[in-house]
């Protein structure tokens, strides 16, 4: 078994759609039932991070190596990310919508997602402008080293500075108080780990077919 | 070396006088705190991105070995920053007096306004220094230098902004010292950051 993580992937997300749908969830004002986008927004931007942590690891790995089989794997996983931080921006701007009533609010953590998509879409400006392939794993690695420190800072310390309407800032209570109880939790663990490990897969698999191209180029 | 070109010298100063008298003409005074420190950022955010990048485009051709043969490359990326914060200082102080002799100067505690102002000049022209680095090693260097540099920039942006507002409004140190605290741990941030990372960059 040695993809046993794919077949725990597809049971945890199968038993994130069931059981996200159907196990009965606290009832809340404002909220009501979509507090179950928990399990599918909140997800994204966990899977997001880990997958640029990851190609930031492997940015790291690359400088120090001149290996461009890193820069390869760093690169599919920005691409891997991005669309995970797409599908974080319209899951969280159609709950936005029901229980904020806009589709886009000037919030500390909103603005924060839009800039984390302004400094990768930047990382692959700055690839694009690039031709020779040393030199580009060299100097994107830079800057996605760079950039992903500063994008800790503003997603982890700003927002704990000031005000934001998501839960467990500004006042408002975090989910963690008493909305996620035990059955929320026994749903919404499973679906980070869940999505998580679907975006290592995606991941893995761009990783290869970028492989497969660059061989097919050479 | 940069003090060799007198005309980008010159031509930055001249480039804020011209912003902040255009500003002059439009607002003529400006009694409201937000606009204003907004305003003044904002010009200082442009100066200063101006200024930079072309602190890397003399080291792109012959004079690149040169250098790179004599120097250490953290020693030309200390340098580099020591430059440009300097510059950067001289425009702040510039863009300030400009400021408070046209539009009025509406800032309660001026000596902490100036710390705030000394320690964001210092992040964004040391940010600005690392991505003009980076966007020098490609064709189109001017675009490249700001999409690379204004988000990551906005941290320490609006880090400054917030602190400045405060201190405008008068607040004293005990009131503003999680922002100015944050700002120079950022700035500490990026100077590692970039003293670490720019030999990667000087090798290719």
Redesign the interface.
């Known amino acids: 078994m040695i993809n046993w993580w794919k077949s725990l992937t597809i049971i945890l997300l199968l038993y994130t759609l069931i059981g996200g749908l159907l196990i009965p969830v606290p009832k809340q004002v404002i909220l009501y039932e979509s507090i179950r986008n928990l399990y599918f927004h909140v997800p994204m931007w966990f899977s997001m991070i880990f997958l640029f942590l990851m190609s930031v690891v492997y940015s790291v790995k690359g400088l120090s190596s001149n290996d461009l089989s890193f820069d390869t794997k760093a690169k599919e996983l920005v691409n891997t990310g991005i669309i995970f931080g797409i599908l974080g921006t319209i899951t969280g701007s159609i709950w936005a919508k029901f229980t904020w009533g806009a589709w886009w609010v000037n919030d500390v953590k909103l603005n924060g997602s839009a800039i984390t998509m302004l400094i990768y879409l930047a990382y692959i400006v700055l690839r694009g402008s690039l031709e020779d392939e040393q030199k580009r794993a060299r100097i994107s690695g830079v800057y996605n080293i760079f950039a992903f420190v500063l994008l800790l800072v503003f997603i982890g310390i700003l927002p704990r500075m000031t005000d934001s309407l998501h839960p467990g800032n500004g006042g408002n209570p975090g989910f963690n108080n008493y909305d996620l109880d035990n059955k929320m939790k026994l749903v919404f663990y499973p679906a980070v780990i869940g999505w998580i490990l679907l975006g290592w897969w995606i991941a893995s698999i761009r990783i290869r077919i970028s492989k497969v191209t660059q061989k097919l180029e050479a | 070396m940069e003090l060799r070109q007198k005309a980008a010298l010159n031509g930055i100063l001249l480039y804020v006088i011209s912003t902040v008298f255009v500003a002059y003409l439009i607002f003529s005074r400006l009694e409201e705190l937000s606009t204003w420190v907004a305003l003044l950022w904002i010009v200082l955010l442009f100066a200063s991105t101006n200024a930079s990048i072309n602190s890397f485009r003399k080291e792109a051709g012959r004079e690149f070995f040169y250098y790179y043969s004599i120097a250490k490359p953290q020693a030309i990326i200390l340098s580099k920053i020591l430059f440009n914060a300097i510059l950067q200082f001289v425009i702040a102080a510039l863009t300030l007096l400009l400021f408070s002799v046209l539009l009025g100067n509406p800032v309660e505690n001026m000596s902490l306004f100036s710390v705030v102002l000394f320690l964001g000049s210092l992040g964004i022209s040391t940010?600005l220094t690392?991505s003009s680095a980076?966007a020098s090693?490609?064709?189109?260097n001017a675009t490249?230098t700001a999409?690379?540099s204004?988000?990551?920039m906005?941290?320490t942006l609006?880090?400054a902004i917030?602190a400045s507002m405060l201190c405008g409004l008068g607040f004293s140190w005990e009131d503003c010292q999680?922002?100015i605290v944050?700002l120079g741990l950022?700035n500490i941030?990026?100077v590692m950051?970039?003293f670490i990372?720019?030999p990667?960059?000087w090798?290719?």
């Open positions: 940010i690392l980076i090693k490609t064709k189109n490249l999409i690379l204004f988000p990551i906005l941290p609006l880090t917030k999680v922002f944050t950022l941030v990026i950051l970039s990372l720019f990667y960059l090798r290719s």
